[in-house]
């Protein structure tokens, strides 16, 4: 989605908002503009397109100045166009303004102010926000803001730059992400974290309708009243390095090749050195997990996917019911949900606005409430009575990759946990399991090491035009994660299907040359699969099977055996989704598709 970044200080803004669009691009976008105090005037770029287009412009017609900031827009109300990027103003200039959201007035507001003259170059809600600012100015920005605050609905973050003002920015939000930090005499704002990284590590995050006053000489923050407050700075400590792209060619690639190390370090939070849980990480105590009746998991995509993973782990090891619902099903549906009940999301960015408002609900209804999620002081970290964290560091690529993978090492914990506190297993054979668990990132890297195999089946497919991944019980949930992948950067069509469900429909859609991925990891489901794979491969399919160890039957029903090493069958899903990626990555690499900005997406997805 939209990307903001702004800048005060002593030196040139115009390459530090540039680098700021460019770590924010992976959100997914379709213009980009900056405007600029050169000293004399707000200067307006905006461009179509790539941020290279912007970069062009700014060659043929430059600009320099110590405050001004930038957009990167992802299309809602009017088509991408140099007219309709951001940064938008008033019709005098007064101010310029990037925003992200959707103003949800904006049609009342738009006609309060045709009728008072104002005239629309654009026709975007942002513009809207510009105008009523620009109407109601009178030479104090601050109550200007307060004053247009106070009208907007919806969501929203506004960096705005005032003429008379114009080495201060103003910034506020509501249910959109906002972030500023200060370093050596320069203050800079970014909707997200990846933007600041290389000038400060100590950010605030701005809460909804408070406002930020960023100057060269520090911040101040002021709540929705006017009154001005203190706030707390946390640290971050992803590395610089981990957001950029070194020598891989996409970050897909190299945050697919971080797995292992992803997995030890999420890993390492939950389990101590002597292979027993650190419990009190855990949202429950031992009473507690007794007495639970169900976990409701909620969340979108491949979050999504990682609840379905987990709703396994959790019932089959701490015999507990799980209830898995996608976060804008969730909102609308009747919420068949009680006091105390405890409910969980689960987000890679902590900002996806369906998640966010299911939690809302949640709490509103009493739930106990927990989150899954990548990145410190989002929104949902902040809201959730608990957080678990995973430490998958920063993911760029708009595809999830080390975020799935740690979201369901952090889901598989939680089931040994709560088997362990619950009485479903001893902590011996918890041990035992968490010493296997230990093992994974070893044979994770086994099948990066061998990934050219997979590459090169890529380069045989790319062709096909339908591709059906099936599986039973774990394995189904992991296939639709891999289905997810495979569609959301190759534009293969391709389906997740139980596996004993094909032939209740599916099944007519198989002809000569359909490629099934079989997901045969769980041994005590193989023969059943085995007669799945016969189904379609008699009838044209070209199957292939990914297996937990050697797996004789395999051969005698599929044209293709891929195996990760033998393990424990509760585990074979954290590694096995790792060829999956790969495959995706490679048929969309073939096919020369964008992978990290996959057509139509955004990395995170903060409208509803
Ligand atoms: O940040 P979140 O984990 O809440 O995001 C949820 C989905 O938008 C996300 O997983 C999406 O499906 C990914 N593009 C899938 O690769």
């Known amino acids: 989605m939209c990307g903001i970044v702004g800048y005060t200080g002593e030196k040139n803004c115009v390459p530090i908002l540039m680098n700021g669009l460019t770590s924010l691009a992976y959100r997914g976008y379709d213009s980009a503009g900056v405007a600029v105090w050169d000293g004399s005037d707000l200067v307006l770029r905006k461009a179509k397109g790539k941020i290279e287009n912007l970069k062009d412009l700014l060659e043929a017609s430059p600009v320099s100045g110590k405050s001004g900031i930038g957009h990167t827009r992802w299309a809602t109300h009017g088509e991408p166009s140099d007219v309709n990027a951001h940064p938008h103003t008033d019709s005098h200039k007064t101010l310029a303004i990037v925003h992200n959201g959707i103003i949800e007035n904006y049609q009342h507001i738009k006609s309060m102010l045709v009728k008072n003259g104002c005239v629309f170059v654009s026709e975007t809600d942002t513009e809207v926000v ?56 320069e203050s800079i704002v970014a909707s997200d974290i990846p933007a600041l990284l290389e000038y ?51 970050f897909m690639m190299k945050e697919i090749c971080e797995e292992p190390d992803a997995f030890r370090k999420t890993y390492d939070q939950y389990v101590a050195k002597d292979f027993t849980l650190k419990s009190d990480r855990f949202p429950w105590d031992e009473a507690r997990a007794k007495a639970l009746d169900r976990i409701t998991i909620v969340s979108c995509g491949t979050a999504f996917h990682a609840g379905m993973l987990g709703k396994k782990f959790i019932e089959h090891m701490a015999k507990l019911r799980v209830d898995v619902d996608i976060a804008s099903e969730f909102r609308y549906g009747d919420l068949l949900i009680d006091k105390g009940e405890a409910f969980m999301v689960i987000s890679q960015s902590g900002e996806t606005a369906d998640t966010i408002a299911a939690l809302r609900k949640a709490k ?32 760029i690529a708009v595809a999830a990759t080390k975020s799935y993978l740690t979201q369901i090492i952090v889901l598989y914990l939680c089931a040994l946990d709560l088997a ?63 289905a997810l992948k495979l569609k959301e950067i190759s534009y293969i069509h391709s389906e997740a299907y139980a596996a004993g469900e094909l032939k209740h429909g599916t099944i007519a859609l198989i002809e000569e040359g359909s490629l099934v991925v079989a997901l045969a990891t769980q041994p005590e489901l193989q023969a059943k699969v085995a007669s799945n794979m016969e189904e379609v491969r008699v009838r044209g399919a070209h199957v292939l099977a990914v297996t937990n160890g050697p797996w004789e039957g395999a051969a005698g029903h599929s044209h293709e055996q891929w195996q990760i090493d033998q393990m424990d069958a509760t585990l ?37």
């Open 130 to 185: 510009a105008q009523l600012l620009g109407y109601y100015y009178r030479g104090n920005a601050f109550a200007t803001l307060k004053q247009a605050l106070a009208m907007l609905e919806g969501s929203f973050a506004l960096a705005i730059i005032f003429a008379d003002d114009p080495e201060t920015i103003y910034c506020t939000c509501k249910d959109s992400p906002m972030v500023v930090g200060h370093g050596n005499g």
């Open 200 to 250: 400060t590590r100590d950010v605030c995050f701005v809460q909804d309708r408070q406002i930020a006053i960023l100057r060269k000489s520090g911040i101040e923050f002021y709540d929705e009243f006017g009154a001005e407050i203190e706030k707390e700075t946390l640290h971050v400590d992803w590395d610089i390095e981990s957001a950029k792209k070194g020598n891989y060619e996409h």
């Open 364 to 395: 509103e209804l009493g739930c106990d409430t927990m989150a899954v999620c990548n990145v410190t002081g989002s929104t949902i970290s902040r809201e959730a009575n608990h957080v678990l964290y995973t430490y998958a560091g920063p993911e």
């Open 420 to 482: 362990q506190k619950r009485g479903e297993m001893t902590q011996a054979q918890v041990t035992e399991r968490l010493k296997e668990m230990s093992k994974l990132p070893a044979a994770m890297q086994k099948v990066l090491d061998n990934k050219e195999q997979i590459q090169f089946f890529a380069s045989r497919s790319f062709a096909v035009k339908h591709v059906f991944f099936i599986g039973r019980g774990m394995d189904y949930a992991l296939a639709m994660e891999a």
């Open 572 to 608: 074979a899903p954290l590694c096995a989704i790792i060829p999956m990626q790969l495959l995706a990555y490679y048929l969309a690499v073939q096919k020369g598709c964008s992978v990290d900005q996959p057509r139509n997406l955004a990395k995170s997805v903060t409208v509803e």
